[in-house]
């Protein structure tokens, strides 16, 4: 039986991206919706769930993307409520890369250099990126902490992970344009994640340089000039002023290779929800 995917994307035009990496992992058919809403999603649902049956179920299944990570949230949450017992198709959820992005960038830097019981700091870490890979870096063992530029924002996120994942995140309020108190904030940390939007500097290289016991710098942002400035966006471990180094393309390469082993894993079972844990589970296995 074929495998049919359902591509749901909150942006007005599916993503072509999102369908060339669903057929490069092995999908015979897509689907695609664009200016999907909670609102709209329903009746899309019910003609995945309805139409085949049994253990045939698991041959259809549903990826939500677009650039818009919380509008892509919220068609989750209204596609599992349009479920009901065995009849349900599985979902992954990756808008903008954000569950796919976050794993990997996550197991690079345990692999470099295992992070439990090691202090940890995302940059910008209330972005979708960010806080995914915060909860990761957390339920890995390392001692979390985020930083933001608004402190109600960061204690907000740092709330939701403790609710989402159990876990315990401290939020620091950072102005990145202030670079004294970031090596000040930084003190002690062993490694950093920059997750920031495009164009922003958040972490000079004159500064994480000169960081006695940082051992791993990543960033997830490879519009020049970069969240972390010295690192470069094909760095895949390479070492830099005596730390490892990962730019966007090196954490880049191993985001493609979940995305795809994502899409692969929904049509083992009907009923699957892959979200940023599932995919980093997914990603130990690789």
Not at 54 to 64: E, M, P, S, Y
Not at 119 to 125: I, K, N, Q, T
């Amino acid at each position: 039986m074929k495998k049919l995917l359902l591509q749901l994307d909150t942006d007005p035009m599916a993503s072509v991206f999102d369908g060339v990496v669903a057929f490069d992992a092995g999908v015979d058919h897509i689907l695609p919706y664009g200016g999907v809403t909670p609102e709209n999603v329903q009746d899309l649902v019910y003609g995945a769930m309805f139409t085949r049956g049994g253990d045939k179920l698991k041959n259809t299944a549903i990826f939500v993307g677009g650039s818009r990570v919380e509008a892509a949230q919220a068609v989750v949450e209204k596609i599992q409520e349009t479920f009901f017992g065995p009849v349900r198709v599985s979902v992954l959820m990756d808008a903008n890369g954000c569950n796919t992005t976050a794993a990997a960038a996550v197991l690079k830097m345990n692999r470099a250099f295992p992070v439990r019981g090691k202090r940890a700091m995302v940059l910008a870490g209330t972005g979708p990126v960010g806080m995914r890979a915060a909860g990761l870096l957390a339920l890995e063992g390392a001692r979390v902490g985020i930083t933001s530029r608004n402190k109600e924002r960061g204690q907000n996120t740092c709330r939701l992970l403790r609710e989402l994942y159990g876990v315990e995140v401290t939020p620091y309020e950072l102005d990145p344009r202030d670079q004294a108190a970031v090596q000040e904030q930084l003190a002690g940390v062993e490694l950093v994640l920059a997750a920031g939007p495009p164009g922003a500097v958040l972490l000079e290289e004159g500064v994480w340089a000169e960081l006695p016991q940082l051992q791993v710098v990543a960033d997830i942002n490879a519009v020049p000039p970069g969240g972390i400035p010295g690192i470069k966006p094909n760095d895949d471990g390479k070492e830099r002023k005596g730390k490892l180094c990962f730019g966007a393309l090196g954490i880049g390469g191993l985001k493609m290779k979940l995305h795809k082993a994502a899409l692969a894993r929904l049509f083992t079972a009907n009923d699957l929800v892959l979200d940023a844990r599932e995919v980093y589970a997914l990603g130990k296995e690789l």
